[in-house]
């Protein structure tokens, strides 16, 4: 035997729950190979710029700048976790294929006017936070059942952001390396590894904010408003970061970041940590509101209600019953904070509810009735 048996194994429904992913759609089968097809020339050009040597010199230093800023917007998206193959997907484009969509945007613009000033303070910051949002844009018009708020359109501009960061670090790397030498390679990284690897992601985190407002709006006005006012203040921020070291022989840059690009930082952590905080109100709002109408236990409230309890629940699972247990803990958490979020879209909303939210609902509440037994066993 392989291990030990678990209980559901032989419940074809529970069995159903836990393996619902079906085959992928086509659109989901085009855009891997669409990505993976400007990946694969975004190295190529990287290549051709750069040679072997420096580009995996670069790609390895230009990497460990961003751990600590992946892991702060995987913490933000705790309540109600995005799907592991969008997130790759959100960097997966900021590094292949809005660098790809920037520069050649960049290259036509260019026809009109070579002033440096111009590219880099008008035409980088409005074509380059186009190609990062973009990703955001085609989320919420092809799978617009993904984004619930803010938490979660913070969470994938700005993993785009971090994509594009990773992709510009490594040319800017990898052109300090073969023309400066490994002194020019240190400055560089310090500059832009160390001190500014939030550029990008911040910038583009205003276009998130602007979409999550959207999502959530009630107005056709708000809707369409909210991402182009947060795709202005995206193109301001970045264009207010890349003018000022045109400015005071690049004194400008030391001002812009102490006066406006750490302070910005700083709302934008604290924004984020709120909307999150928000999210966990929600889920109790919601979860409560549905248990008055009998549709959950007290004990889900308790369990779906509270991140630590999440937790503790998950390391038990494992603890009794291995990996399998453990997914199972995590998918019927998850499907109660989904079935709490899309409650509290429909009893918020003053439109007639979506028939296909409604069907959504009864699906999750199916679901976990299967999977409870399983969750809260009986004596």
């Known amino acids: 035997m392989s291990g030990p048996v678990v209980p559901w194994a032989y419940d074809a429904n529970a069995m159903a729950v836990l393996q619902s992913r079906g085959p992928r759609s086509k659109l989901t089968v085009l855009s891997i190979a669409i990505l993976g097809l400007a990946l694969v020339l975004v190295v190529i050009l990287l290549l051709m710029v750069g040679g072997p040597r420096p580009v995996l010199i670069s790609a390895l230093a230009a990497a460990a700048s961003f751990p600590l800023l992946i892991w702060f917007f995987f913490w933000l998206d705790r309540w109600e976790p995005e799907p592991a193959r969008y997130r790759w997907a959100a960097l997966a484009w900021g590094g292949s294929a809005a660098v790809l969509i920037g520069a050649g945007a960049q290259f036509l613009l260019s026809a009109f006017s070579r002033s440096e000033f111009l590219g880099a303070v008008v035409f980088a910051p409005v074509t380059e936070e186009f190609a990062k949002g973009l990703f955001l844009v085609l989320v919420f018009w092809l799978r617009p059942a993904q984004l619930h708020g803010v938490v979660d359109s913070i969470v994938y501009a700005c993993l785009a952001g971090i994509g594009f960061a990773y992709t510009e670090d490594v040319l800017y790397y990898s052109s300090a390396l073969t023309d ?11 500059i832009r590894g160390l001190f500014s690897p939030f550029a990008h992601p911040l910038f583009t ?28 203040v995206a193109v301001l921020l970045h264009a207010t970061w890349n003018g000022s070291t045109m400015v005071a022989e690049g004194r400008g840059f030391l001002i812009a970041y102490v006066l406006i690009m750490l302070p910005a930082l700083a709302v934008l952590i604290v924004l984020a940590a709120r909307a999150r905080r928000n999210e966990g109100r929600l889920v109790q709002r919601a979860l409560t509101d549905a248990q008055q109408r009998g ?8 369990l779906a209600g509270s991140l630590q309890a999440r937790r503790a629940a998950c390391r038990s699972a ?25 409650h509290d879209a429909v009893m918020t909303s003053p439109l007639p509810p979506d028939p296909k939210v409604a069907l959504q609902v009864g699906d999750l509440l199916v679901r976990t009735q299967i999977l409870r037994p399983y969750v809260f066993p009986g004596p």
């Open 180 to 190: 400066g030498g490994p002194n020019e390679l240190a400055a560089t990284v310090v």
């Open 205 to 232: 985190s205003a276009i998130g904010i602007g979409v999550g407002v959207a999502v959530t709006a009630r107005t056709l006005q708000v809707k369409v408003l909210a991402p182009l006012l947060g795709y202005l």
């Open 318 to 342: 494992k603890l009794h019953g291995g990996a399998p247990a453990k997914q199972l803990m995590e998918t019927y958490t998850n499907d109660l904070t989904l079935l709490a979020f899309l």
């Open 295 to 302: 549709w959950i236990t007290p004990a889900d409230i308790a």
